[in-house]
């Protein structure tokens, strides 16, 4: 079995602190083992590698969040990367294309489909694993694992077996009738009567199945040919597009625990402590919670059922049963992404100023891991002023190579060919100077810091 994990997400659920490159399963707020902080998506993969499932999963994920995924799992984590966002249906229709054609994956292996962020103990993957053996023995074309309700709720989809089948068969698995998507919760009630499920996401198929599927449809069944034709894939949900019209899709049923923390409402039901970051909380202010990414205190007096969210994208003061409400209301609002975590490490932007005649000045605090580094690359637009606040580096400019260390200050033009390797952790202020600032304004030449070292390099 192959596990393909799905990270997508907007990232606005959970805003000031999760944005378009750091959605809520990056979001560093749950205690581990160790008693340390690791994300939703960090949780996950330790249970999977404590199962021994880690080495057969692949996260389907898009661009934006590849250097977060190799931030927080590791550069050696497998991933197929969507050319642009769509939808569940082409994510995985690449996955599977990809598994086919590239890593040669038998038609006959079953392909089990998880979301990335589940709050569950490891017992639940060790159920999605009863997967394969499932569609093996109801000869199904789609097996689902779905959810025992803990109670009626209006936030989830709901999964409804047949009702015509012997009740012994529930015991494993039973036929679909048919689905429910967020229900009333008079409606909820109803179904849960009829034995409906949670659907939680987790789904499996065998490749034969979605590649025969992807062939009747006419879309491509290689990796590099779907790539090409990804813009014209049609942009929908696998639910919709798959499931819903399978002639065979069965069901079975989890009994343990499982959350979707996808809201500051149900995500702070989850923390151990109330006030995480520089916080200063009256014992008058009951079930609240103070989440502070800045350096700089937050007090909150007499507030109960209170969210309070600082970040350095922005602040949410919130009661927390109107918190599901931060998606709609922040749907149009399209500011600049104040901090970032990237392969190498994290930068956030500590100011950003626009000035008479179109120049703009952008300032990053820019921390570097020991050992990892900066593409070879260089700016059309900007120009940048580096200076270097802690640790050890190798900086290479224009194929000449320097040692950079605490406050050495360094001016890049535009233009101008640098990268940067961490020798011990490094930190340092950026400051770029130009018309017009935007990520985007970058061309790499190397990634790979042992290619930019074959570069013919003169000491000095």
Same mark, same amino acid.
């Given at each position: 079995m192959?596990?393909?994990?799905? =990270?997508?997400?907007?990232?606005?659920? #959970?805003?000031?602190?999760?944005?378009? $490159?750091? $959605?809520?399963?990056?979001l560093k707020v749950l205690d581990n083992p160790n008693g340390d902080l690791e994300s939703m998506v960090?949780?996950?993969?330790?249970?999977?590698?404590?199962?021994?499932?880690? %080495?057969?999963?692949?996260?389907?994920?898009? +661009? $934006?969040?590849? %250097?977060?995924?190799?931030?927080?799992?590791?550069?050696?984590? +497998?991933?197929?990367?969507?050319?642009?966002?769509?939808? /569940?249906?082409?994510?995985?229709?690449?996955?599977?294309?990809?598994? &086919? =054609?590239i890593e040669g994956v038998s038609l006959n292996e079953v392909i089990t489909i998880v979301p990335v962020d589940p709050f569950v103990e490891a017992s639940f993957f060790e159920e999605v694993t009863k997967l394969e053996q499932t569609l093996h023995?109801?000869?199904?074309?789609?097996?689902?694992?779905?959810?025992?309700?803990?109670?009626?709720?209006?936030?989830?989809?709901?999964?409804?077996?047949?009702?015509?089948e012997e009740t012994a068969s529930e015991q494993t698995f039973r036929r679909v009738s048919h689905f429910r998507e967020k229900p009333a919760q008079s409606d909820a009630v109803a179904l849960i009567q009829q034995g409906a499920l949670w659907n939680c996401g987790v789904f499996a198929f065998k490749l034969d199945y979605l590649?025969?599927?992807?062939?009747?449809?006419?879309?491509?069944?290689?990796?590099?040919?779907?790539?090409?034709? &990804?813009?014209?894939?049609?942009?929908?949900?696998?639910? &919709?597009e798959v499931i819903e019209k399978?002639?065979?899709?069965?069901?079975?049923?989890?009994?343990?625990?499982?959350?979707? #923390?996808?809201?500051?409402? /149900?995500?702070?039901?989850?923390? /151990?402590?109330?006030? !995480?970051?520089?916080?200063? !909380?009256t014992d008058d202010s009951v079930n609240t919670h103070i989440v502070n990414e800045l350096d700089m205190p937050v007090t909150v007096l007499g507030l109960s059922n209170v969210v309070v969210a600082v970040s350095p994208d922005g602040i949410l003061v919130t009661d927390k049963a109107a918190s599901p409400r931060i998606k709609e209301v922040m749907k149009s609002v399209d500011y600049r992404t104040m901090y970032e975590e990237r392969r190498w490490g994290r930068y956030q932007v500590v100011d950003y100023s626009k000035y008479g005649?179109?120049?703009?000045?952008?300032?990053?605090?820019?921390?570097?891991?020991a050992g990892k580094?900066?593409?070879?690359?260089?700016?059309?637009?900007?120009?940048?002023?580096? /200076?270097?606040?802690?640790?050890?580096?190798?900086?290479?400019?224009?194929?000449?190579?320097?040692?950079?260390?605490?406050? %050495?200050?360094?001016?890049?033009?535009?233009?101008?060919?640098?990268?940067?390797?961490?020798v011990t952790d490094l930190e340092l202020i950026e400051v770029q100077i130009g018309s017009d600032l935007f990520e985007e304004d970058i061309i790499r030449l190397s990634a790979d810091w042992n290619e930019i070292e074959k570069i013919e390099i003169q000491s000095m």
């Amino acid at each position: 079995m192959k596990l393909v994990l799905l =990270s997508g997400g907007s990232g606005k659920r #959970l805003w000031p602190l999760s944005n378009d $490159s750091r $959605s809520k399963q990056f979001l560093k707020v749950l205690d581990n083992p160790n008693g340390d902080l690791e994300s939703m998506v960090q949780r996950v993969w330790r249970q999977l590698q404590g199962l021994k499932l880690s %080495d057969s999963a692949f996260v389907a994920t898009g +661009r $934006s969040q590849v %250097d977060i995924l190799q931030n927080q799992l590791g550069s050696e984590v +497998r991933m197929v990367v969507e050319p642009e966002r769509r939808d /569940t249906f082409p994510a995985i229709a690449l996955a599977a294309t990809y598994l &086919y =054609s590239i890593e040669g994956v038998s038609l006959n292996e079953v392909i089990t489909i998880v979301p990335v962020d589940p709050f569950v103990e490891a017992s639940f993957f060790e159920e999605v694993t009863k997967l394969e053996q499932t569609l093996h023995e109801s000869g199904a074309d789609i097996a689902l694992m779905g959810v025992k309700p803990a109670l009626a709720s209006e936030k989830y989809g709901y999964i409804v077996p047949d009702q015509s089948e012997e009740t012994a068969s529930e015991q494993t698995f039973r036929r679909v009738s048919h689905f429910r998507e967020k229900p009333a919760q008079s409606d909820a009630v109803a179904l849960i009567q009829q034995g409906a499920l949670w659907n939680c996401g987790v789904f499996a198929f065998k490749l034969d199945y979605l590649i025969n599927l992807l062939l009747e449809k006419g879309l491509p069944i290689h990796y590099e040919e779907t790539l090409k034709q &990804y813009s014209k894939l049609p942009k929908i949900s696998f639910d &919709y597009e798959v499931i819903e019209k399978a002639e065979h899709v069965i069901v079975s049923r989890y009994n343990g625990d499982w959350k979707d #923390l996808g809201t500051w409402n /149900t995500l702070t039901e989850e923390l /151990t402590k109330p006030v !995480m970051g520089k916080g200063i !909380m009256t014992d008058d202010s009951v079930n609240t919670h103070i989440v502070n990414e800045l350096d700089m205190p937050v007090t909150v007096l007499g507030l109960s059922n209170v969210v309070v969210a600082v970040s350095p994208d922005g602040i949410l003061v919130t009661d927390k049963a109107a918190s599901p409400r931060i998606k709609e209301v922040m749907k149009s609002v399209d500011y600049r992404t104040m901090y970032e975590e990237r392969r190498w490490g994290r930068y956030q932007v500590v100011d950003y100023s626009k000035y008479g005649e179109g120049n703009e000045v952008l300032t990053k605090r820019i921390c570097v891991k020991a050992g990892k580094n900066l593409s070879y690359h260089l700016h059309e637009k900007r120009s940048e002023v580096w /200076t270097v606040i802690a640790g050890q580096g190798q900086l290479i400019l224009n194929e000449k190579s320097f040692v950079l260390g605490a406050g %050495d200050v360094l001016k890049i033009p535009e233009g101008m060919r640098h990268g940067l390797r961490a020798v011990t952790d490094l930190e340092l202020i950026e400051v770029q100077i130009g018309s017009d600032l935007f990520e985007e304004d970058i061309i790499r030449l190397s990634a790979d810091w042992n290619e930019i070292e074959k570069i013919e390099i003169q000491s000095m």
